[in-house]
Every structure is written in structure tokens, then in C-alpha cells.
């Protein structure tokens, strides 16, 4: 055998010994490295990876390096992306549907939010997305968002008159608060810390870990427990890269993504446990509102409003609405 003849077929052997190039998935995520969802993205990328012998191998980008949520949600549609976990308070100009899980106290607590996004209803706001170029796989836990302010606590809506609140960008939000007699400033949220420390604005509205890991506890010593918004957030494939792969790996990605909001929730849990009592050892005085019919019942302008503007959605929030 000559020696050009041995090469050829030692580098033939080689390249049948070596793997084929695994599928290299790149994920959007805006949160630190140590927050629970991004946690749970890691884990998902482990599973993922481990459990298809590196056909899919998805890399987890924190921090929001990728960009801000509204161009990741583009780059994913488009496939720039492959992956993200996004809060479906923004995505309502993209898929109207999801409007509706940010209606004021459309959850009765956190737990109706995972039996409902778990089940046949959460199904459809998939649907929903995937015809947008997204697929949700499972859905993570924000907690419930309420109330914080520099001036006093809330007990009654009447408290929340006159007062300016910090919102995030979406009409049924700023409609929220009006309805409460406040007046909402959508602000991006890296300007709130300042803004509540000079007066711009009396207060803001989110979830313990936020309130915490933002430190707008320091300049917003009131902490009202409203429970009015519980947005779920979801763990999103492009459509293009979930119809890529093959039945038996979206098998595989679909458990891993289970697991992964599984995690995601039991440490969002110990979090907010580890927030609540962080603010309340410096000083935040935290106080549950003792009616929050009175707030739920502000909400119906609010409502139907929404209902005369997407007579189609109605259907969906009656059956949200009568879940348990």
C-alpha cells in the first residue's frame, strides 16, 4: 500500500470516528447568571444536550447581551435566535392573545396562573405564538407584581389617587392605574431607582426579587401587597428551529423544557421568600390589602374596554376566569 494510499485511508477513518457537528442553538435570556430563570435555562441546555448526544446543544447568552426583549423577540421569529425566555407582558403587539394575561387580576393567585398556562388554555396562547414564529414550551413564574411607593401605604384605592406610578409599556397597564385614580408614567425600567429618589415619580409596581434586586426598596420604604398583575413568561423555540429537528428530539427539548419551568419555579419561590425578608430587615413596611375587591372591581371599565376592542378573546377569559 502506497503511502498516499494509507493516508487517505487513516483520514477517512478519522472522519468516521468523529461526531457529527453538534447543532449549535443560541439562547436569549435578560437575566443575570445567578436569577432562577437563568438557572433553569442552564439546566434546560444541560438536558438538552446531554439527552441528544449533542445533536442540539443550546448555549444560554445572559444579561440581555443579545440585545434588548423586543429585538430578541424579532431575531428569534426570524431565527437569528433559536431560543428565549421571555415575559409575555411585552409581546402583546405581537400576538394580541397574550394581551390578556396581563388584564388585572385575570389570576386569582400564582397557582391558578401554572394549572391554567399547564393545561388545554395555556395550548392555545402557544398556538397563538407559534403562528408568529414562536413556540412556547413551557411557562416560568414572574410572581405576582404590586404596589410600592415613597409616600404611603395602600390600603383602598383611594390611597393610590394623585399618586404617579412607574408602568410598564402597555395601554392596559397605564388604564390600571387611571382606574385607581393614579396617573401611570411608562418609563423603561432602568430609569425607575432615580426617578422614585427625586420625586419624578411616587412609586412603581413589581414582584419581591425585582423590588429587591433593583434596590428601589431603598427610596421606596411602602410595599402594598395587590397581587394585580401575575404575568407568566415562557421558554420560547424560533418555529424554524423546532421544525428543524426530528420527532424524537422535540420529544427530548419539549421534557427538557418541563423540567426546566419546574426548576425555574421552585427557585422563584425560595427567591421571593429570600426578598421578602431582606426588604423587611431594612426597614420597608410591607402590608396586605384587606379588600382587593374594591381594586378587582375598578378593573371592570378596564375590561370591557378590552372585551368591545377584541370581541374575540372574550371566550378565552371567561374560561381563564372560571378555572380553578
Not at 20 to 28: L, S, T
Not at 116 to 144: H, N, P, T, Y
Given at each position: 500500500?502506497?503511502?498516499?494510499?494509507?493516508?487517505?485511508?487513516?483520514?477517512?477513518?478519522?472522519l468516521?470516528?468523529?461526531?457529527?457537528?453538534?447543532?449549535?442553538?443560541?439562547?436569549?435570556?435578560?437575566?443575570?447568571?445567578?436569577?432562577?430563570?437563568s438557572v433553569?435555562?442552564?439546566?434546560?441546555?444541560?438536558?438538552?444536550?446531554?439527552?441528544t448526544?449533542?445533536r442540539?446543544?443550546?448555549?444560554?447568552?445572559?444579561?440581555?447581551?443579545?440585545?434588548?426583549?423586543?429585538?430578541?423577540?424579532e431575531?428569534?421569529?426570524?431565527?437569528?435566535?433559536?431560543?428565549?425566555n421571555?415575559?409575555?407582558?411585552?409581546?402583546?403587539?405581537?400576538?394580541?392573545?397574550?394581551?390578556?394575561?396581563?388584564?388585572?387580576?385575570?389570576?386569582?393567585?400564582?397557582?391558578?396562573?401554572?394549572?391554567?398556562?399547564?393545561?388545554?388554555?395555556?395550548?392555545?396562547?402557544?398556538?397563538?405564538?407559534?403562528?408568529?414564529?414562536?413556540?412556547?414550551?413551557?411557562?416560568?413564574?414572574?410572581?405576582?407584581?404590586?404596589?410600592?411607593?415613597?409616600?404611603?401605604?395602600?390600603?383602598?384605592?383611594?390611597?393610590?389617587?394623585?399618586?404617579k406610578?412607574?408602568?410598564?409599556?402597555?395601554?392596559?397597564?397605564?388604564?390600571?392605574?387611571?382606574?385607581?385614580?393614579?396617573?401611570?408614567?411608562?418609563?423603561?425600567?432602568?430609569?425607575?431607582?432615580?426617578?422614585?429618589?427625586?420625586?419624578?415619580?411616587?412609586?412603581?409596581?413589581?414582584?419581591?426579587?425585582?423590588?429587591?434586586?433593583?434596590?428601589?426598596?431603598?427610596?421606596?420604604k411602602?410595599?402594598?401587597?395587590?397581587?394585580?398583575?401575575?404575568?407568566?413568561?415562557?421558554?420560547?423555540?424560533?418555529?424554524?428551529?423546532?421544525?428543524?429537528?426530528s420527532?424524537?428530539?422535540?420529544?427530548?427539548?419539549?421534557?427538557?423544557?418541563?423540567?426546566?419551568?419546574?426548576?425555574?419555579?421552585?427557585?422563584?419561590?425560595?427567591?421571593?421568600?429570600?426578598?421578602?425578608?431582606?426588604?423587611?430587615?431594612?426597614?420597608?413596611?410591607?402590608?396586605?390589602?384587606?379588600?382587593?375587591?374594591?381594586?378587582?372591581?375598578?378593573?371592570?371599565?378596564?375590561?370591557?374596554?378590552?372585551?368591545?376592542?377584541?370581541?374575540?378573546l372574550?371566550?378565552?377569559?371567561?374560561d381563564?376566569?372560571?378555572?380553578?
Amino acid at each position: 500500500m502506497t503511502f498516499t494510499r494509507i493516508a487517505l485511508t487513516g483520514a477517512l477513518a478519522a472522519l468516521v470516528a468523529v461526531p457529527a457537528m453538534a447543532n449549535e442553538w443560541r439562547g436569549w435570556n435578560i437575566h443575570p447568571e445567578d436569577y432562577p430563570n437563568s438557572v433553569a435555562l442552564e439546566s434546560f441546555a444541560t438536558e438538552v444536550t446531554e439527552n441528544t448526544e449533542g445533536r442540539v446543544a443550546p448555549q444560554v447568552y445572559h444579561n440581555a447581551v443579545l440585545g434588548d426583549q423586543p429585538d430578541a423577540i424579532e431575531q428569534v421569529r426570524n431565527g437569528g435566535l433559536d431560543f428565549a425566555n421571555f415575559n409575555m407582558g411585552p409581546m402583546g403587539q405581537i400576538v394580541p392573545a397574550t394581551n390578556v394575561l396581563s388584564l388585572p387580576f385575570i389570576f386569582k393567585d400564582v397557582d391558578q396562573m401554572h394549572v391554567v398556562m399547564d393545561g388545554e388554555i395555556g395550548q392555545r396562547f402557544s398556538d397563538a405564538l407559534a403562528k408568529e414564529g414562536l413556540v412556547a414550551l413551557s411557562w416560568f413564574d414572574s410572581g405576582s407584581r404590586s404596589f410600592y411607593n415613597t409616600k404611603q401605604a395602600i390600603e383602598t384605592p383611594d390611597d393610590v389617587k394623585g399618586m404617579k406610578f412607574r408602568v410598564m409599556n402597555n395601554d392596559l397597564y397605564v388604564q390600571m392605574v387611571d382606574q385607581l385614580g393614579g396617573n401611570a408614567t411608562p418609563m423603561a425600567y432602568g430609569e425607575v431607582y432615580q426617578s422614585l429618589k427625586t420625586g419624578v415619580i411616587d412609586g412603581a409596581e413589581n414582584n419581591y426579587p425585582s423590588y429587591d434586586s433593583s434596590n428601589h426598596f431603598e427610596v421606596a420604604k411602602y410595599y402594598s401587597i395587590t397581587n394585580h398583575l401575575i404575568i407568566p413568561e415562557c421558554l420560547c423555540v424560533s418555529t424554524a428551529t423546532w421544525d428543524a429537528l426530528s420527532d424524537a428530539d422535540k420529544t427530548i427539548v419539549k421534557a427538557a423544557a418541563v423540567n426546566a419551568a419546574n426548576i425555574q419555579r421552585e427557585l422563584w419561590a425560595e427567591r421571593e421568600l429570600q426578598s421578602r425578608e431582606k426588604v423587611e430587615a431594612a426597614g420597608v413596611q410591607i402590608n396586605e390589602v384587606k379588600d382587593p375587591k374594591a381594586f378587582q372591581d375598578a378593573m371592570t371599565p378596564v375590561y370591557e374596554g378590552f372585551i368591545e376592542a377584541n370581541p374575540d378573546l372574550e371566550s378565552l377569559i371567561k374560561d381563564i376566569q372560571a378555572s380553578s
